[in-house]
């Protein structure tokens, strides 16, 4: 049975990750340090003779007993205001916490995939974005320290490629949606549905006419799957070119949930990317991946989700009003 580790396990995407390596038959070790996952996302899997969960901080020394044939590094806060909350956690986990993970993939000869971002494109300046543009960050901006940590990342990762001839893969993650997404991380998904469904009106950071691609969580996680079985070691995209603006979004979003509710408008956070759009040209080419569940399948199952949760996990949102996080 092939080994692999799968970092930040009970989070957005490495909970679906957990499954879906469970359902091709791996024997899947989970870590994570819970600052931003819940282990209710993985708690069906306890019981799987296959699956074990490591509580641990992958910015400290990372041990994992007997061989790993694959490592998924997808430990990290991934929200803007997560970032805010937490900047330090997230320039360690992603600058120290991927030395420990190359460090261990080398020990253990294993081959390691590592999330990136289409955040270190920054706020871009070519659209739609390829691999080989280089980005627009602002170093010391809101997002500095989720972009530069995971460019970094990606640095560390090619530095341990070329030097050490390790199996490493990169994706560059655009935004994703779907089931088990935390309601309260402030993204424009779970904050809309959970203020349809609270009742409340839908806010809309800027004018709105900023842009961007929204990709459902099982194509990301097919397109993931893909590329580490590939034999591509430099990164990809993956994400959903189809591109909205969250104006429309949320005229979507209203008629999908039946909410009474208006639209208002609240100041645009700093350095907030004006638009993105991923270009998959490559891995069309090298993975023969394309997105393939259209944005109102994808939201229908991912309002399905957010209904079944409790009306006091609705009203437990630790983050309400989001502006104090912004600024
Ligand atoms: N946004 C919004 N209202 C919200 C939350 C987010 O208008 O309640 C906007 C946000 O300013 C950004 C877009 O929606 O322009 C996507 O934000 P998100 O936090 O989901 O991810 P990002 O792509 O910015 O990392």
Request: aromatic share 8%.
């Given at each position: 049975m092939k080994r692999v580790l799968i970092t930040g396990a009970a989070g957005f995407l490495g909970s679906h990750l957990c499954d879906r390596f469970i359902n091709e038959g791996f024997y899947v070790i989970g870590m994570d340090n819970l600052i931003t996952g819940d282990l209710k996302n993985i708690a069906h899997l306890f019981k799987n003779e296959h699956f074990e969960f490591y509580h641990h901080d992958v910015t400290k020394f990372v041990h994992v007993p007997g061989n790993l044939d694959y490592i998924l590094h997808f430990a990290s806060?991934?929200?803007?205001?997560?970032?805010?909350?937490?900047?330090?956690?997230?320039?360690?986990v992603g600058s120290l916490g991927t030395h420990?993970?190359?460090?261990?993939?080398?020990?253990?000869?294993?081959?390691?995939?590592?999330?990136?971002?289409?955040?270190?494109?920054?706020?871009?300046?070519?659209?739609?974005?390829?691999?080989?543009?280089?980005?627009?960050?602002?170093?010391?901006g809101p997002r500095g320290v989720y972009d530069e940590a995971k460019r970094f990342q990606e640095s560390l990762t090619m530095a341990y490629h070329n030097f050490h001839g390790l199996e490493t893969r990169i994706v560059r993650i655009f935004n994703t949606y779907g089931p088990k997404m935390r309601l309260n991380d402030g993204r424009v998904i779970p904050a809309f549905m959970g203020q349809a469904l609270r009742g409340e009106d839908l806010t809309i950071f800027g004018n709105g006419t900023q842009t961007r691609s929204f990709c459902y969580v099982d194509d990301q996680i097919e397109g993931i799957f893909k590329l580490l079985m590939s034999d591509y070691h430099l990164p990809v995209n993956i994400g959903n070119p189809h591109e909205i603006t969250i104006n429309d979004f949320a005229k979507e979003i209203i008629k999908l949930t039946g909410t009474n509710q208006k639209i208002i408008y609240k100041p645009l956070p700093e350095n907030d990317p004006l638009q993105r759009q991923p270009d998959i040209t490559l891995a069309k080419k090298i993975l023969n991946w394309e997105p393939k569940v259209n944005r109102e399948v994808g939201l229908q199952k991912t309002f399905e989700y957010f209904k079944t949760l409790s009306a006091e996990e609705l009203q437990?949102?630790?983050?309400?009003?989001?502006?104090?996080?912004?600024y």
């Open positions: 806060p991934a929200s803007p205001i997560d970032y805010l909350k937490i900047p330090i956690q997230t320039l360690k420990n993970l190359l460090g261990l993939a080398k020990a253990k000869n294993a081959r390691i995939l590592i999330a990136s971002t289409s955040e270190v494109y920054g706020d871009p300046l070519v659209h739609p974005q390829t691999e080989d543009y280089y980005g627009n960050v602002n170093t010391i437990k949102e630790e983050h309400k009003d989001f502006s104090k996080y912004i």
